[in-house]
């Protein structure tokens, strides 16, 4: 149960991190991107080749992060002039293709067998009694300020009759946080621990740096971007270096999700990185709500939530076979999606007046 938990807050944060690049594609900046999982690629291939070659971790991973980066400047030269439909079109192409290349390129990438047997971060640490003590008390420290932030949302009007996602959100908290202290506590019987750690960290950061970044009068001409391009062009704004700006950062941000998921997965193949990856977190983003600094984080939290719930209730409580049941989980996300978009379109935490869906 407990290395379970710490799997399962480990894809949280992952695919959370995965989507906080996409939010600031789409939800600050208005880019229709479906070929989010190309920075993905990237970063994870990145770290994982460069590893193996006998570079530093840290420095394998910074260059996964610029490659991503340098991979949204190239992505957004091509395709920026474009409209929103094409520039879709165009964006799940390129990260296609790319999936396609490194499936078939057999001596860099190693084609379809896939990179195996590269360096994990933390992998054979054996902490020290103080250094385990120094984990929990980071844990905790994350989770204090997850708190002190769900308090600053409670008392805001932002929470008016919202208080029960505050009180869902409390419970869940307080049912994970045991486990992941324990697993941090007995880290030689649970080393994923440490990872999970580093993604929450991580996750943290990055939030709170794209947070701060689109309060300020940069973040400012992003939206103004989103609303009505022309006008921000009437303004003396350089539309295309906003736009190309926005792509590096968010792909960057992707590209240091892809990082963390080469290592969480210890081996990574070119099916790994199928389009149904983009898809899955334009699902989360849309749940948790666009242009939310929580947003990715909360849809993320409810879709893998959903995803652990019915795998393991819906063979219990129904008598169907396994393929039965997968077309059946998947129509229900989608049934979940068109109640939302029917009621709530902005999503869970989103807010009417930032929704740019069908600008």
């Not at 054979?124 to 844990?139: I, Y």
């Not at 008598?319 to 109640?339: E, F």
């Not at 709530?344 to 807010?351: K, Y």
């Amino acid at each position: 149960m407990i290395g379970y938990t710490i799997l399962l807050v480990c894809t949280i944060a992952l695919f959370a991190l995965f989507c906080v690049g996409l939010n600031l594609h789409w939800g600050y900046t208005g880019l229709l991107n479906f070929g989010h999982v190309a920075f993905l690629l990237i970063g994870a291939y990145s770290v994982a080749l460069l590893s193996q070659q006998g570079w530093p971790l840290w420095l394998a991973a910074i260059a996964g992060v610029s490659l991503s980066a340098l991979l949204g400047l190239v992505m957004g030269v091509a395709s920026l002039r474009l409209s929103q439909d094409y520039l879709g079109i165009v964006t799940v192409g390129l990260a296609e293709v790319l999936r396609i290349f490194v499936q078939n390129e057999t001596g860099l990438t190693q084609g379809s067998f896939g990179v195996q047997a590269y360096p994990i971060v933390l992998q054979g640490w054996d902490p020290q009694t103080w250094q385990t003590g120094l984990l929990v008390s980071g844990l905790l420290a994350i989770a204090a300020l997850g708190y002190q932030q769900l308090w600053q949302w409670w008392r805001s009007s932002a929470s008016r009759g919202r208080h029960w996602l505050g009180t869902i959100a409390l419970a869940s908290s307080l049912v994970v946080l045991p486990p992941a202290i324990w697993g941090l506590a007995d880290y030689e019987r649970y080393p994923r621990s440490g990872q999970m750690l580093l993604l929450l960290a991580a996750l943290w950061i990055t939030v709170a740096a794209v947070e701060r970044l689109v309060r300020s009068p940069w973040g400012r001409v992003l939206k103004a971007i989103r609303e009505d391009e022309e006008v921000a062009i009437a303004l003396g704004k350089n539309v295309l270096a906003y736009k190309l700006q926005s792509l590096a950062l968010g792909g960057a941000i992707a590209g240091l999700a892809g990082v963390f998921y080469a290592w969480q997965l210890t081996a990574i193949y070119p099916d790994n990185f199928r389009p149904q990856l983009t898809f899955d977190a334009w699902t989360m983003l849309v749940l948790g709500g666009t242009a939310h600094r929580f947003g990715p984080v909360l849809g993320a939290v409810v879709f893998w939530l959903y995803d652990s719930l019915t795998r393991f209730l819906l063979p219990a409580l129904l008598p169907l076979d396994g393929a039965q049941i997968g077309a059946l989980r998947i129509a229900l996300v989608g049934l979940l999606l068109m109640a939302l978009m029917i009621w709530r379109p902005q999503g869970i935490l989103g807010r009417r007046e930032e929704l740019s869906l069908g600008r």
